[in-house]
């Protein structure tokens, strides 16, 4: 195979753009918030609690150093740069920010090393999720080492000013997200772990589903999750203000993992580490398909890994992944409460701030359970009346009770509108059982036949426009959609779009919705960005299974050159001594263990071979001559394979066909 084309975050759980370069356009500026908007945003701070100033005392509780710099690369590139958040001093929200999500990014600025209790530590603000650091008897034991081994040093090198500095004799993993394992060499050396001097605990499944997540989708997803953080967007008042969970993600840096070398495999597990008795939590299929929970007795200290954050969380994110199981999340969380909420003086996640106080403690797993619960319950009580997604989302105004007064209840990651949704997608799937949507035309198609019904793009655009006059942006963004869809080149219908995805982004609440918006905006005045990339993670590809690589290479695979060229191909590895045979047959490429006797050609390298080639350190023309790629039989079989697979291009258009 001569290369992989993923990105990073194509080859990572988390699928977070970190790793793009950002780029801040010199074309067309975004509008200003409109009358409506801005009438729409002010209106917001009638309808919740400002006044309970209970968050800003948490996030601020316990600070020791406050971090204000900058965490730089190799090559003396800012990755990480608080004071690019400076704007969120001033007190009131601008009227192109909800003051709801003003008020989340004012809190997930606080950027520093915290005491959240004895023995307990937390580096917050250096990345997307927090470093939590416990003070063992004879070291220290690092839960989640942030993204970046970049991020996760400077995080370790805070600590270490502030506090004795003892080695790191463990690292837990709580779940398989990028931002929460990426940074692990910025911590930990690899020497240490194989010499048995460093424990790397993680939830049964943690390698498979590292691996297997989204690589697969890793292109798209990587394409998307540009969007949901933003990461293309200044920061600023008209554009990226937080991402929900955190501030944002790292612009660059170097992305590690070193695999476990302890794995929970039981629900409740208690391991001793560095002197301290940890209980795990076994959560799989709830935020992430491997994840856990952790409880130190000793410290009377509950983690709740991602699993209750202060906000709404996704049941389906929208940069893509697998639907996440509502039901199961809501009762992993009432197991915590039941078996930790009498026994927990405080409660931390990777995400946001802690929360102290048994009562407190009870009273927001209750809620974080009973909202998980309610998009489940209320969701399947709807849809068996009949609704289709577009209406229970419709239907579902607000949370019952006074889950919809609570601010970790408030949907700035996880939305309502979207959760509800991939309820329906988890038990009915994407179609809504009307038959006029089993085959319905593709957008461009559809697009060109709405508008020439509407009258013509000039009906259409005038339509639009008059919709924006009234602040109907929701439906001048789908007319806009509509036309630009066919019409792609019309400039005044960029234009207008663009300025409807703006006013919808300012209105949000939620922070990922507003990236969204703000980057279709951007998009449609300046174009798709276009990058470099950066290097594909050296730990991910080494940590890839011979047989993810061949999933991998059929998914790559282009069924309609590849027909007519039926083959079979034995694949053997040296290093380690694995061998597999690959058939091609109707312009389908699959893969067994074990060699065929009667395949037409045959490759013979080392894996290590395969992750140079994967790495794009060395070519496979070039191994070949070089005696470390071996052919046998009909290699003209073999170019025919190689020359049917797709390079995926990153950056595929979105807000335009």
Known sequence: MPRFTLSPRGLLACLITACLAQSVYAADAPVAASAQTAASNSAVLQQLPFSDRTDFESAGKGLIAPFKGQVKDAAGKVIWDVQAYDFLLKDQAPDSVNPSLWRLAQLSAHAGLFEVSPRLYQVRGLDLANMTIIEGDDGLIIIDPLTMAETAKAALDLYYRNRPRKPVVAVIYSHTHVDHFGGVRGVIDEADVKAGKVKVFAPTGFMEHVMSENVFAGNAMSRRAQYQFGSLLPRGERGQVDAGLGKSTPSGGTITLIPPTDLIEKELETRTIAGLDVEFQLTPGTEAPAEMNLYLPQLRALCMAENATQMMHNILTPRGAQVRDAKAWAQYLDSSLARYGDKSDVLFAQHNWPTWGGERIRTFLADQRDMYAFLNDRTLHLLNQGLTPLEVADAIKKLP????QKWYTRGYYGSLSFNVRAVYQRYLGFYDGNPANLNPLPPVETAKRSVEAMGGGAAVLEKMRAAMAKGDYRW?????????????????????????????????????????????????????????????????????????????????????KAVGHDMTVNWSFEEPNRDFNLTLRNGVLTHR???NPEADAGVSMSKATLEQ??????????????????????????????????????????VTP
């Open 401 to 404: 009770g006074t889950l919809d």
């Open 476 to 560: 001048a963004a789908q007319l806009g959609n509509q036309l630009l869809f066919s019409e792609p080149d019309n400039g005044d219908a960029r234009k207008a779009q663009a300025e409807s995805l703006e006013q919808l982004g300012y209105q949000s609440e939620n922070a990922t919705w507003r990236n969204m918006y703000l980057t279709g905006a951007m998009e449609l005045r300046n174009g798709v960005p276009q990058h470099a990339g950066t290097s594909v993670s050296v730990d991910m590809v080494r940590a890839m299974t011979p047989e993810m690589f061949f999933d991998f290479l059929a998914i790559r695979l282009d069924s309609d």
């Open 593 to 595: 263990t074990g060699l």
């Open 613 to 654: 080639i994967s790495l794009k350190q060395l070519d496979f023309p070039t191994a070949i001559q070089k005696g470390l790629v071996k052919l046998q039989g009909n290699g003209k079989k073999l170019g025919e394979l190689m020359g049917s697979l797709d390079t995926f291009g990153p950056q595929f258009n979105i």
